[in-house]
């Protein structure tokens, strides 16, 4: 019965922890930051006993009499940023918590704050500092942060943080998706110094419509009443200062003469927001986005969007991706392909990738994992998804490559997911009015042997319509295509979000073999003749950019858990469709002579 009161008295203090307001502090320049990136002792819990024995106290024969079954000094360790899956082959399959510890030392400096910030952990984490909860995140793919002002100690401190990836009948995703569970601390880890009363979020953007007028907000943290926000960009020749209402946030519109950013000309300004001590520099770009009719018009123009699906994981070392260079060359091979946008599928993918897309001039769709089915009718299920979108936009909302916001992928249609999705796009919408609301769909209607009509009453919803199909891989034949007439129910712009099938690197056949280069090269030949055809086309992002880690592909030989879509091998090989996508992009560029 005791041990039943701690542990309710343990479980409110997180759920406390948990409400309170996570402020924003990103990658910029201005933050003080101290790495917590390197190795971290860890133990492994496949049967969840750290609670109960109390991992989080890192506790040794002086601090606690009694049987002290774990040890972390004397266990292994595991990188930081990284999943574990690749970097120890017994945990490749494992799904269940993992204990992370680490100390760090500190002094305390008058007038300042601190927070420990996670860039990601998949899937639900749960942090203490020196043996107490700071609180708990759920959701692999996006950042959260707890302060510890007050709570850190001069001197050493220690961190522990359980990390389970065990998958969940009520997560988002739920139990069944195409790709990797990596789990751990898959992003960096960092403690940030902050002043007292400090920038702990803002907006900063063309207003909706406007070519020259910035419109935007900044957020301050702290006792905000006696100071006043500045915005400058130098180059633009802006520097202008607002007063914030009581609660510290300052909205602002003021007009200015900015070059737009777009992929032809990703330009970037530095932009500088401060409020008494504190100061953070971004790299803001600047441009409009909307949908005129079945078009999407950046910057006032008509725009096709040649794209690619990826997801976030590493070339070469293979596991998830997480740095620059990761970033370059998955990006590299996008640019190189001739796209003027990717499809970061199917969660968010972390900064780095999204701050080189905007200094690529790469165009961004942005998605949160509502993937196939999960518990539509659970509000618990609810708030995760919606959790997920507010800190997805909240990261990304001044990066000018991100374009569409997604909320689903492939999600079956009935009235519970209608509404869950319907709400998810009012409060994509509330988050930020600037950008295109999106989702990938999968139902539609047959009209005819080969006719198809996008008719998913999601639609009404969206902006912009994501079609994924994948004609000549799972269903029909490559050349069924040359016949096939896909339709949509609304006037909009629609996207072909995914087509492809699997090939491996180096098999070689006749275009009707399939897994060889030879049938994927061909599908992608019928498939591009196809989507000339479509009405309200609007461009498309095929399946996929590198073939990556799936458990739901087993074949021997051809798979061996990889999803083979890639147009490029998990190693760099480009397969034959590359080549065929790399032409395809090409003629439209010279047919369109824009973007
Ligand atoms: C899909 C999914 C994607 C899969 C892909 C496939 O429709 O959206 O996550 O990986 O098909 O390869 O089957």
């Given amino acids: 019965m005791k041990h039943l009161t701690a542990f309710f008295l343990f479980f409110s203090a997180l759920a406390f922890a948990a409400d309170r307001p996570s402020p924003l502090l990103t990658n910029v320049p201005g933050r003080t930051t101290i790495s917590l990136t390197g190795a971290w002792h860890v133990v492994i819990d496949p049967y969840e006993s750290g609670l109960h024995a109390r991992y989080y106290e890192n506790a040794t024969p002086e601090t606690r009499s009694g049987p002290i079954e774990y040890n972390f000094e004397a266990s292994e360790t595991l990188n930081v940023p990284g999943d574990w899956n690749t970097q120890k082959e017994r945990l490749f399959f494992y799904e269940g918590p993992v204990w992370y510890k680490r100390w760090f030392s500190y002094k305390q400096r008058e007038h300042t704050r601190l927070f420990v910030y996670f860039g990601a952990a998949n899937y639900f984490t749960r942090v203490y500092l020196n043996g107490k909860p700071l609180g708990e995140h759920e959701g692999g793919f996006t950042s959260f942060n707890f302060e510890v002002t007050g709570e850190v100690k001069d001197g050493d401190n220690f961190l522990v943080v359980e990390v389970n990836n065990a998958r969940?009948?009520?997560?988002?995703?739920?139990?069944?998706?195409?790709?990797?569970?990596?789990?751990?601390?898959?992003?960096?880890?960092?403690?940030?110094?902050?002043?007292?009363?400090?920038?702990?979020?803002?907006?900063?953007?063309?207003?909706?419509?406007?070519?020259?007028?910035?419109?935007?907000?900044?957020?301050l943290d702290g006792s905000p009443h006696a100071q006043t926000v500045t915005i400058e960009i130098p180059e633009a020749g802006v520097r202008k200062t607002f007063s914030p209402d009581a609660n510290g946030r300052a909205e602002f519109r003021f007009p200015a003469k900015l070059g737009l950013w777009s992929p032809e000309n990703p330009r970037l300004y530095d932009v500088v927001i401060s409020a008494g001590a504190d100061a953070v520099h971004d790299s803001i770009g600047f441009r409009t986005v909307e949908v005129k009719g079945t078009q999407i018009v950046l910057n006032g123009k008509p725009i096709f969007l040649r794209g690619m699906s990826m997801h976030e994981e590493a070339p070469i070392r293979g596991g998830r991706a997480f740095s620059q260079e990761d970033a370059q060359t998955l990006l590299g091979w996008a640019k190189e392909l001739g796209c003027n946008f990717v499809r970061l599928t199917h969660y968010p993918h972390n900064e780095n990738e999204i701050r080189l897309a905007d200094r690529l001039g790469l165009l961004v769709w942005s998605e949160i994992p509502v993937y196939w089915d999960i518990a539509w009718k659970n509000p618990a299920t609810f708030a995760n998804a919606e959790a997920q979108l507010s800190e997805m936009i909240?990261?990304?909302?001044?990066?000018?490559?991100?374009?569409?916001?997604?909320?689903?992928?492939?999600?079956?249609?009935?009235?519970?997911?209608?509404?869950?999705?319907?709400?998810?796009?009012?409060?994509?919408?509330?988050?930020?009015?600037?950008?295109?609301?999106?989702?990938?769909?999968?139902?539609?209607?047959?009209?005819?042997?080969?006719?198809?009509i996008l008719d998913d009453p999601l639609g009404e919803s969206l902006d912009v319509l994501g079609l994924n199909e994948y004609l000549g891989w799972y269903f029909g034949r490559p050349e069924d295509a040359d016949r096939f007439q896909w339709e949509s129910k609304y006037s909009k712009p629609l996207i072909l979000s995914e087509f492809g099938g699997d090939a491996l690197f180096g098999k070689h056949g006749d275009a009707g073999a399939r897994w060889t280069e030879e049938y994927q090269a061909n599908l992608y030949v019928h498939q591009l003749g196809m989507i000339r055809k479509i009405p309200g086309f609007a461009?498309?992002?095929?399946?996929?950019?590198?073939?990556f880690h799936s458990p739901r592909?087993?074949?021997?030989?051809?798979?061996?858990?990889?999803?083979?879509?890639?147009?490029?091998?998990?190693?760099?090989?480009?397969?034959?469709?590359?080549?065929?996508?790399?032409?395809?992009?090409?003629?439209?560029?010279?047919?369109?002579?824009?973007?």
């Fill in 539 to 547: 461009g498309l992002s095929p399946w996929v950019l590198m073939d």
């Fill in 394 to 452: 909240a990261r990304d909302r001044n990066r000018a490559a991100v374009i569409f916001w997604s909320l689903s992928n492939e999600t079956p249609v009935d009235p519970g997911r209608l509404t869950f999705l319907q709400k998810l796009a009012e409060d994509a919408r509330q988050l930020d009015p600037t950008r295109l609301i999106t989702s990938a769909m999968n139902h539609v209607t047959e009209a005819g042997p080969d006719r198809r």
């Fill in 168 to 219: 969940r009948a009520d997560g988002v995703p739920g139990l069944n998706t195409d790709w990797w569970n990596y789990g751990g601390l898959t992003r960096d880890v960092l403690l940030v110094e902050v002043p007292e009363t400090f920038v702990r979020d803002y907006s900063i953007q063309l207003a909706k419509g406007s070519l020259g007028e910035v419109a935007g907000w900044a957020q």
């Fill in 553 to 595: 592909r087993p074949l021997p030989g051809i798979q061996d858990y990889y999803n083979r879509k890639g147009l490029v091998s998990n190693t760099g090989q480009h397969k034959q469709a590359f080549y065929v996508l790399q032409k395809f992009y090409q003629e439209i560029r010279e047919a369109r002579a824009t973007h």
